[in-house]
């Protein structure tokens, strides 16, 4: 499996097996990386300031991967790579909000917070099944061949 494919290329096409070994690989990383920041930088995991900031950061820096693993599932449902900019989006803008004191924290929810909460959760839950769940277009489609090789 070759992960600089997987994170980096926004061609082609992957099945479901590859794309849930990187995205929970990348997950994986991600939480080991938010841990050992907060140890170094003492930042607790309350939903501070810091914290926010923290996490905020650490989703863009997997934007760009997350994209590329989403953009080759789509492809291989035979559906457009730019519906992956629906679930990011949000979780930007969430990440945003949250960052500049728009939204509330878990302990004080606004309106908000709510209701980007549960655009992204409705979102997420379609893309879980679309992209975790769902097999691929049988044989070669408009992105490329199959990559379980069916003629």
Do not use: C
């Amino acid at each position: 499996m070759d992960l600089a494919y997987l994170y980096t290329s926004f061609d082609g096409r992957i099945n479901r097996q590859p794309y849930w070994i990187a995205a929970i690989v990348l997950a994986v990383v991600l939480i080991i990386v938010v841990f050992i920041l907060s140890l170094i930088i003492g930042i607790s995991f309350g939903m501070g300031y810091g914290f926010r900031l923290l996490i905020f950061i650490l989703q863009l820096a997997v934007l760009y991967p997350s994209a590329a693993l989403m953009v080759k599932r789509f492809h291989d449902r035979d559906k457009p790579g730019y519906y992956a900019a629906i679930l990011l989006g949000l979780i930007v803008l969430n990440g945003l909000t949250d960052v500049l004191g728009i939204t509330g924290n878990p302990l004080n929810a606004n309106a908000l917070d709510y209701i980007l909460g549960i655009a992204t959760l409705v979102v997420s839950i379609w893309f879980l099944i679309e992209l975790g769940f769902l097999r691929g277009t049988q044989g070669p489609n408009q992105y490329g061949p199959d990559p379980l090789g069916n003629p």
